[in-house]
């Protein structure tokens, strides 16, 4: 495994980390998740990511309890979460960054996890209704109180960003240093030029998500949605039509010989890719069994083998 600093940060985060989306709880138990976290760290991966909303916080539960089974010194690894959702029909607790929420949020995340502290906080998305000096101030005084060490956000414009950086600087309040955006070869919007300046300039980092578009990117969808994937599963009726659409099953096919001329499966491929891009600091992984937990790891060894006419190649299919 290689690290790499949380953009300015003096924090290192692993190439691939590991996220609970989708899977704890609705696809895997405490058993199996405790195998494929394990996999992940005896691999050398040292962030775990979650969110509040994440199963209805029962992903905080079992990542929680996980830990505890395994073990391993508080140190040796990151847990983030992420508020914005809320858990309860409440004006004041869902879709909002307002002070109240996430000083009481950050509480229950905390007692779900049975943690003192994340490591990580994101504001999971931005809230054009809060003023950000509210938000930026909340997140300040949730890192003062030591419940987390780092702030950050997620899925923010990067004009909401530069403000928040622009508030934090003026105030004197501690800064959100990382960003926690989709970065896929399908979806690479949230590296654009607009987020120039709070990459390059500010020096945030990233923890990027989906890397695998939600499974696309391996090859399994080509034939149809498999039983037992993602796409077969209640509730995720949106995502189904991304990944039966026959223009993206296409661009997948193209990469398939690429993949194959490097030795690596696709889902290696899609990762190593991700990680060619200097602005990300570590790609989340997420996995249903710990199989793919092994193949995914290994996309590491691939991560040296994109020459610029590769990319050029992946961009033809891609743009
Ligand atoms: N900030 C945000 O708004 C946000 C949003 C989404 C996710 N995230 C974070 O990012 C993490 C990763 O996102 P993601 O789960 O969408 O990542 P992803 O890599 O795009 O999709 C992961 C899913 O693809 C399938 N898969 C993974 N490796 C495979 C392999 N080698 N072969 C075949 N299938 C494979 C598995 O699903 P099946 O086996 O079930 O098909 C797995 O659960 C999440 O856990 C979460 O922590 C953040």
Known sequence: MNYRHLGNAGLQVSELSFGSWVTFHNQVDLD???KMMEAA???GVNFF???????????EEIMGEALR?????????LVSTKLYWGMHDNPNEKNTLNRKYLLEAVDGSLTRFGLDYVDLLFCHRADPTTPIEETVRAMHNIIERGKALYWGTSEWEAAEILEALDVAERRNLHKPIVEQPIYNLFAQHRF???YEPVYGKHGY?????SPLASGLLTGKYQAGIPQNSRGALEGYDWLQKELTDAERLAKVAALEPLAKEMGATLAQFSLAWCLQNAHVSTVLTGASRVEQVHEN???????DRFTPDLMADIDSIFS
């Open 41 to 43: 760290y005896d691999a």
């Open 32 to 34: 199996a998740t405790m």
């Open 49 to 59: 990511d979650n969110a509040e909303v994440y199963a209805g916080g029962l992903s």
């Open 192 to 194: 654009g030029p607009d």
């Open 297 to 303: 790891m290994k996309a590491l060894a691939f991560v």
């Open 69 to 77: 089974r395994l073990g391993w010194r508080r140190g040796s690894y």
């Open 205 to 209: 980092g990233s923890t990027t998500w």
